[in-house]
T-cell receptor
Framework: DAGITQSPRYKITETGRQVTLMCHQT?????MFWYRQDLGHGLRLIYY???????DKGEVPDGYVVSRSKTENFPLTLESATRSQTSVYFC??????????????FGPGTRLTVL | KNEVEQSPQNLTAQEGEFITINCSYS?????LHWLQQHPGGGIVSLFM???GKKKHGRLIATINIQEKHSSLHITASHPRDSAVYIC????????????FGKGTHLIIQP
């Protein structure tokens, strides 16, 4: 029972480079989410997806792109990384029954550093 | 103005003490979540509430929808309860992600 996984767990990149963070869940959950966690701000929603091919912006979407061609995968791409995107990124999923109000299950996080 | 406010921000207590962490929110919600983040960084969902009270082991969560307030209680606290506890709300009106408080850093000393 793999649950929800993220890769890589740690990433160091340079300003201007493209970076893709991967998220994979094995529960066939309908809903998937990307959050970032920063000191002083707590967790904030970047993007979410209600189903394959359906995505929507959260609180802090600028500089990020998402896609969801398959239910189990929800990659997050930083098209041109900036230092302000240094953060810990968490993926989450919910909704065995398709309800967004269900418990959210979090991945282990990806610590991204942009130099 | 943060839509979800938690108090206290930091709490240190002795093993065995009864712990209360409070969460107030200013928006309409469809559900409130309590999460635990361990020192290693992993986040675990403890409770999801839309009304009333839930209990799991030594943890109790309550919510008062009219007062827009929730509390998380820990009875007979133990050093392994040391973690950051985060309150989060799912707002009504179609926004599907969670809005988070900044967390309460709890340390239980033996």
């Amino acid at each position: 029972d793999a649950g929800i996984t993220q890769s890589p767990r740690y990433k160091i990149t340079e300003t201007g480079r493209q970076v893709t963070l991967m998220c994979h869940q094995t529960w066939s959950h309908s809903y998937m989410f990307w959050y970032r966690q920063d000191l002083g701000h707590g967790l904030r929603l970047i993007y979410y997806s209600a189903a394959a091919d359906i995505t929507d912006k959260g609180e802090v979407p600028d500089g990020y792109v998402v896609s969801r061609s398959k239910t189990e995968n929800f990659p997050l791409t930083l098209e041109s990384a900036t230092r302000s995107q240094t953060s810990v990124y968490f993926c989450a999923s919910s909704g065995r029954g398709g309800s967004p109000g269900d418990t959210q299950y979090f991945g282990p996080g990806t610590r991204l550093t942009v130099l | 103005k943060n839509e979800v406010e938690q108090s206290p921000q930091n709490l240190t207590a002795q093993e065995g003490e009864f712990i209360t962490i409070n969460c107030s929110y200013s928006v309409g919600i469809s559900a409130l979540h309590w999460l635990q983040q361990h020192p290693g960084g992993g986040i675990v969902s403890l409770f999801m509430l839309s009304s009333g009270k839930k209990k799991h082991g030594r943890l109790i969560a309550t919510i008062n929808i009219q007062e827009k307030h929730s509390s998380l209680h820990i009875t007979a606290s133990h050093p392994r309860d040391s973690a950051v506890y985060i309150c989060a709300v799912r707002q009504g009106g179609g926004a599907d992600g969670l809005t988070f408080g900044k967390g309460t850093h709890l340390i239980i000393q033996p």
